[in-house]
């Protein structure tokens, strides 16, 4: 009885993460012999586990990244142009909130699925990302004109932001 009321106080505090690792622990004689601090301690590292992995999901998701591409993936051949340096340095992603980024080159060359990647970093930082291509922003510019709006998304996009309060990852450099 007292373990049935322990999970349902676990799931009204929302903490599933550790209602799970719980589940667990009491299912694994091998648990049994650890401490009580080491099993409390592995309950608190599974709840924070769960959060973070939902809070990156969730960045994830808002941020409408057009491919699923990662730093680690990044390919420097030579004939690609890319510097490694300039591309770890905006890994870092000290830049955002402070410049913006352009990224350009020829067609087929990556400018997207590179962007994509230092978005997804910047996620993994904790930072909220939006991607827009540049035709797709301007478009937005040209509907808030149209509809007085202007403003508004002018300060949010000043502010790293769209007009939904979102914000881009910014900065100005050069890849190549």
């Known amino acids: 009885m007292l373990i049935k009321n322990t999970m349902e106080s676990l799931a009204t505090l929302r903490l599933h993460g550790m209602a799970e690792a719980f589940e667990r622990q009491r299912a694994s004689s091998s648990l049994q012999d650890l401490s009580f601090e080491d099993r409390f301690s592995m309950l608190v590292d599974a709840e924070i586990s769960r959060r973070e992995s939902g809070r990156m999901a969730r960045l994830l998701k808002s941020a409408r990244l057009k491919v ?4 680690e993936d990044v390919d420097f051949r030579a004939e690609r142009g890319l510097d490694k340096r300039k ?3 905006l890994l870092n992603c000290d830049w955002i909130g402070k410049q913006h ?11 997207t699925w590179l ?3 230092l978005g997804h970093q910047a996620i993994r930082k904790g ?8 035709s797709k922003l301007l478009e937005e510019f040209e509907v808030c004109r149209a509809d007085g709006s202007l ?5 949010a996009v000043g502010k790293g932001a769209d007009a939904e309060g979102r ?3 910014q900065a ?5």
């Open 68 to 71: 699923s591409a990662t730093p």
């Open 87 to 89: 591309f770890s340095t």
């Open 101 to 111: 980024l352009v990224v350009t080159g020829p067609t087929g060359v990556g400018k």
């Open 115 to 117: 962007t994509c990647a």
């Open 127 to 134: 930072m909220p990302v939006l991607y827009r291509r540049f």
């Open 151 to 155: 403003p508004k998304l002018r300060g």
């Open 167 to 169: 914000i881009h990852a």
């Open 172 to 176: 100005v450099q050069t890849l190549g």
